[in-house]
T-cell receptor, first 117, second 108 residues
């Protein structure tokens, strides 16, 4: 099976712009979670989607949003970019069989490294 | 105080040594994950456990729910084990909370 893919792998934007990142989960996986990783804050949970529904959202401002399509592919969007949004954005998919993304083994994509200038 | 604490932050070992990384948490959890991150960013899930002990090759993970503590052990360490090891707890609301990571360097 192909692994989790994320596009683009690298992205450079300027403050005030918006960005959309894409995640394609492992075939058959219905849960997709998004994470932000920065040197200062480490890994932080953004949100989790299951069958096109957001099941939980982390403590991030409303500029961070996401969605999941019927084929389980997911996108996240960050509007009005700030310098502090520079980070590695990771998505992870899981089978969702337990009913909770946090109790399934998660398979991570390679990440999208976003730089905001 | 962070909800998930890992120790040590950095660890240097000689090849062949037995290694232990500890994780303590202060929140209710549904599962605990051990992750491995190599330079470049890729993350691999090593274990997910909610009780007891799991073993995979030279890696062993244990969890004590009452004490809210988990350990990751690496037997006969090898330079290729050099990576950052991250403890993550799965909350009851589908969220995940992460420790700061332990940077392991195994010298030949």
């Amino acid at each position: 099976k192909a692994g989790v893919t994320q596009t683009p792998r690298y992205l450079i934007k300027t403050r005030g712009q918006q960005v959309t990142l894409s995640c394609s989960p492992i075939s058959g996986h219905r849960s997709v979670s998004w994470y932000q990783q920065t040197p200062g804050q480490g890994l932080q949970f953004l949100f989790e989607y299951f069958s096109e529904t957001q099941r939980n959202k982390g403590n991030f401002p409303g500029r961070f949003s996401g969605r999941q399509f019927s084929n389980s592919r997911s996108e996240m969007n960050v509007s009005t970019l700030e310098l502090g949004d520079s980070a590695l954005y990771l998505c992870a998919s899981s089978g969702g069989t337990s009913g909770r993304g946090s109790t399934d083994t998660q398979y991570f994509g390679p990440g999208t490294r976003l730089t905001v200038l | 105080k962070n909800e998930v604490e890992q120790s040590p932050q950095n660890l240097t070992a000689q090849e062949g040594e037995f290694i232990t990384i500890n994780c303590s948490y202060s929140v209710g959890i549904s599962a605990l994950h051990w992750l491995q991150q190599h330079p470049g960013g890729g993350i691999v899930s090593l274990f997910m456990l909610s009780s007891g002990k799991k073993k995979h090759g030279r890696l062993i993970a244990t969890i004590n729910i009452q004490e809210k503590h988990s350990s990751l052990h690496i037997t006969a360490s090898h330079p290729r084990d050099s990576a950052v090891y991250i403890c993550a707890v799965g909350g009851n609301n589908n969220d995940m909370r992460f420790g700061a990571g332990t940077r392991l360097t195994v010298k030949p």
